[in-house]
């Protein structure tokens, strides 16, 4: 009985050697992994510096790679394997090491930095303000990212448009459309600059979105062809005709489009009633108020075709759809200055100018000409910018185009030219950051602020 008691102590002990064995094996073996693979990283690091000396980066990737195989959470090797991809030209990589680095730690701005830095330079603007967008909701400390943002500021892209004239454009809220005439035929685009309506027109007026009954309440547009006046819809086709032959017809605007038939000038309801046909002009109405002209003189009318003002304006200004109010304000001109109006006929500024052109934003400075040059008032009549300008047009998304040594640029707030003047034309932006401008002398293109860009998916 001893001797089995024996046995079994003698056994016991055998497998706690055992045990025990085999728990030094395996710290030795794990000891020994850990060794080899911090040398492993040494050498890869090692190999790394070497390929990036010689400038072989793709061969640098794949240490970076294996390294970040057994320290994935490596934050400085990703950013440097971002780097390598880059130099070699490998985009996915690049955009994939920076997207990992973010993973790693999401509140650090360098790869957001990276990223942004490679769209700009393609010309990827949007894509640029998207990364720039999502860092500074994590990253508190940006001082590249907002450095980067600054670097933005008067970037844009160039869109083609088959124009040789244009007219106004409209901005109904959703989209913006311009109308554009080459060879005497007019036509409609939209603000990225592809076609609406073909350029099949003799005429064609401003879109009007009003409900005007008659089931056309998705809107219409005046137009003529080969002498006949008559609505459209925006997918071109006949809406509205009066039985009269008129010889101009206008937007519709608080009920009522201003025409002319027989050389005199009034408007028109949709069912083309005629009112008010005493006029030698009438305008459109825009914001309640429309111009009028009767012999040589100016006057305001409300929208229920009552003169609010008596014809005491030597002229009135007019865009080339026929509106007169600009965001609530007016530019009449008395004897041989411009001033300020309301909407309701009150002076805005008792001081006048040599010109004054149409706002074209709800806050934006208006350009102001004085002696030879032209300069920038606020709504007030206040002076902003001194003239020093050839010639200008007003503010819009703050920036203004301005002409300097026969070429047209743009400039911010502060009077600097941001947008090199190299253009033949320009005009103002619209609320969606689009400006027509003519590269050359025959034509007019699109240029579209970076953030509105369609191209990399902007705000169209």
């Not at 509140?107 to 393609?122: G, N, S, V």
């Not at 109904?172 to 409609?188: C, F, I, P, Q």
């Not at 309440?217 to 005046?222: D, K, R, V, W």
Request: include cysteine.
């Amino acid at each position: 009985m001893a001797k089995k008691k024996k046995q079994k102590r003698s056994n016991a002990q055998l497998v706690l050697l055992a045990l025990i064995a085999f728990t030094v094996i395996a710290w030795l073996g794990l000891l020994n992994n850990k060794t080899t693979q911090t040398n492993e990283r040494a050498d890869l690091l090692s190999a790394a510096d070497e390929f990036e000396a010689n400038e072989i980066y793709k061969m640098a990737a794949q240490k970076l790679e294996r390294y970040l195989e057994l320290e994935p959470k490596s934050y400085d090797t990703m950013l440097r394997l971002a780097e390598d991809y880059f130099l070699f030209g490998d985009t996915n990589g690049f955009i994939g090491s920076c997207d990992r680095a973010i993973s790693i730690d999401k509140t650090r701005e360098e790869p957001y930095a990276l990223k942004a830095d490679y769209y700009i330079e393609q010309a990827q603007y949007a894509e640029a303000i998207k990364v720039l967008d999502a860092a500074e909701r994590v990253v508190t400390n940006n001082p590249k990212l907002k450095a980067i943002r600054d670097s933005l500021h008067g970037k844009y892209v160039e869109k083609y448009l088959s124009a040789t004239e244009l007219g106004e454009w409209i901005d109904n809220g959703k989209n913006s459309y311009l109308t554009v005439g080459s060879d005497e035929k007019w036509g409609l685009v939209l603000q990225d600059g592809k076609s609406k309506i073909r350029q099949k027109f003799g005429f064609l007026g401003a879109y009007s979105e009003a409900d005007l009954g008659e089931g056309i309440a998705e809107g219409i547009l005046p137009c003529e062809v080969d002498g006949e006046w008559y609505y459209i819809d925006l997918d071109g086709d006949k809406r509205l005709i009066g039985k009269e032959a008129y010889e101009y017809l206008g937007a519709f605007c608080d009920e009522y489009a201003p025409a002319q038939r027989a050389g005199t000038w009034g408007y028109i309801t949709p069912k083309f009633e005629e009112k008010s046909f005493i006029y030698t002009y009438a305008g459109a109405f825009s914001e309640g108020v429309a111009a009028v002209k009767k012999g040589e003189m100016w006057a305001l009318l409300d929208s229920k075709l009552k003169e609010i003002t008596s014809f005491e304006f030597d002229d009135i200004s007019i865009d080339a759809n026929g509106f007169c109010a600009r965001y609530g304000l007016v530019v009449v001109r008395r004897g041989t200055k411009s001033y300020l109006y309301d909407t309701k006929a009150k002076t805005i500024s008792e001081k006048g100018f040599d010109e004054l052109r149409m706002p074209a934003s709800e806050d934006g400075a208006i350009a102001a000409k004085t002696g030879d040059f032209w300069g920038f008032i606020d709504r007030s009549g206040k002076e902003i910018l001194a003239p020093e300008f050839e010639d200008a047009d007003s503010f819009s998304m703050g920036f203004a185009p301005v002409q300097v040594q026969e070429r047209w640029g743009y400039i911010d707030a502060s009077g600097a030219m941001v947008i090199e003047a190299k253009f033949f034309e320009a005009r103002s932006f619209t609320s969606k950051g689009v400006a027509a401008v003519k590269s050359n002398s025959y034509g007019w293109n699109l240029i579209v602020l970076c953030e509105y860009d369609i191209a990399t998916g902007g705000l169209f």
